[in-house]
């Protein structure tokens, strides 16, 4: 089941009324409804995966309570390796055991020998796998660390672990903040409802207005670069820029706002990261909830920047490429994140990684400073340019886009495949940034305006918008998933 779509929106009221209608003074069974609807949710995409879910779960839950019980440091490492072991091997195994042995099969190949029987398997990817895998395994960090007890409620934590509105692309929840919103009574809220709903509806809007819109187009200009001029190429991967930004952060906004329906506050994933004037800042602001989880469990355990300037370099290194290969099993996402290290590593040695850390552009001011745009679009550029691996289907497809980018200065006007107006899609970008920009102070409050004849024309506009650019035809799963 997927947020845009006729089946959660049956879905949804029926849990919401549930919840707060017929269990409303019951914790304990709003917990366990949120733990059958969650496993109905995920259920109707593949019921045969819940099985991976609920193991996980279990797992975690009996390491977690082992590392608490003991004192011994290393049996509380050993417990924790076992969480460790056990969900890496799971991500291992679905995710990248192909690409293990097609790699070693290349290896191989270079040194001149032939390997006929490759001996990889058709294994389908469980969506979300990446995301509740690492939750999980964040709560085993946080017991080990003693940063948290865990608890002795297990109905309750299969609840936190398999959440329904951000269970298959985030945010990554620790349990300190979902967990202990779950174990608590929660309050019916008209305004958080309200708040919720405003979230969903501008999710949807990123999602079919921006990121569906933009796809044929991106997915054309990709498939077809080589018979493309360089100004096409690079429409088409700023193109992608927006179509990526509006999918996932469209989502978390969806997941965000549903997760107010029910008295739950999800971390912010997203802060207007198109405006940011660094690559640092960039990663502040994108995809938060994975930033933090690397910054918390791997960057912080190597040493952080608490280190020498040469091991603190190093682990930021270590950081993006792992965070590369979690995005996906092939050598284009270790490039990107290889790219993204090098971007980052000078704004680090220069000192200038967390200077925009609480602030935005044009913070006093409506305007920003002409230093400012420079620095919103060097970003912005660099960003879009590294995009070109993580979108592309191979490294060779990847350096062959680049090399056309390059070598192809012929004229040539790019024409939407389904025969739209590309005039109308400039139009809409344009518009979407500026509006952005307006509201670039608050993330969770994308209609806050005063005036109320505002508001409305606002709403009707997103509405229109959206019943305008729906495409039937447009593949509408969210780009995450495959994560």
């Not at 991106?218 to 088409?236: E, M, Q, R, W």
């Not at 965070?323 to 099993?329: D, E, I, L, T």
């Not at 200038?352 to 409506?366: L, M, P, Q």
Request: net charge positive; aromatic share 22%; glycine share 6%.
């Amino acid at each position: 089941m997927v947020f845009n779509s006729l089946e959660f929106f049956i879905f949804l009221p029926i849990v919401f009324v549930l919840y707060w209608f017929v269990f409303k003074k019951h914790l304990k069974a709003q917990n366990i409804l949120i733990l059958i609807a969650s496993y109905i949710f995920y259920g109707l995409w593949d019921w045969r995966f819940l099985s991976l879910i609920l193991l996980s779960t279990i797992v975690d839950y009996y390491v977690a309570l082992k590392i608490d019980s003991l004192e011994d440091k290393h049996k509380r490492k050993s417990w924790l390796w076992v969480s460790v072991i056990f969900n890496v091997g799971l991500l291992g195994f679905f995710k990248y055991y192909n690409f293990f042995v097609d790699s070693w099969v290349d290896m191989v190949s270079l040194l001149g020998y032939e390997i006929k029987s490759t001996w990889t398997l058709r294994v389908i990817l469980p969506v979300g796998i990446s995301f509740y895998t690492f939750q999980t395994m964040s709560y085993s960090f946080d017991v080990y660390y003693k940063k948290l007890k865990p608890t002795n409620d297990f109905l309750s934590f299969a609840a936190f672990v398999s959440f329904f509105p951000q269970l298959v692309a985030g945010p990554i929840e620790r349990a300190s903040n979902l967990l202990s919103q779950i174990l608590n009574k929660r309050t019916f809220s008209y305004d958080q409802t309200v708040s919720g709903l405003k979230l969903i509806l501008w999710g949807l809007f990123k999602k079919v207005v921006i990121a569906d819109a933009l796809a044929p187009m991106v997915d054309d200009i990709f498939t077809n670069y080589a018979t493309y001029p360089a100004s096409t190429l690079i429409l088409g991967v700023v193109m992608f820029s927006f179509q990526v930004y509006g999918d996932f952060s469209g989502y978390s906004d969806i997941a965000i706002g549903t997760a107010k329906l029910f008295g739950v506050e999800l971390m912010s994933n997203f802060k207007f990261p198109n405006f940011s004037r660094n690559v640092a800042e960039y990663w502040q602001r994108w995809h938060i909830s994975l930033s933090t989880w690397f910054r918390h469990y791997v960057y912080i355990p190597l040493g952080g920047s608490k280190v020498s300037k040469l091991k603190s370099v190093r682990n930021i290194c270590i950081v993006f490429l792992v965070s590369g290969f979690w995005h996906g099993a092939n050598w284009t996402f270790i490039f990107w994140g290889g790219f993204h290290a090098l971007a980052f590593i000078p704004v680090f040695l220069m000192g200038r990684n967390a200077i925009y850390k609480d602030s935005v552009v044009g913070e006093n001011t409506f305007f920003p400073t002409l230093t400012e745009i420079g620095q919103v679009l060097l970003t912005f550029s660099i960003v879009t340019f590294s995009r070109i691996f993580f979108r592309s289907e191979s490294i060779t497809a990847a350096f062959g886009f680049i090399n056309r980018i390059f070598t192809d200065f012929s004229y040539g006007t790019y024409n939407h495949p389904m025969g739209y107006r590309m005039i109308d899609y400039y139009i809409l970008i344009v518009l979407f940034v500026i509006y952005e920009y307006i509201i670039r102070k608050d993330e969770r409050s994308p209609f806050k305006f005063k005036s109320k004849v505002v508001r409305f024309v606002i709403y009707t506009l997103v509405i229109l918008l959206m019943l305008l650019f729906y495409d039937s035809n447009v593949d509408r799963s969210f780009i995450y998933f495959q994560f």
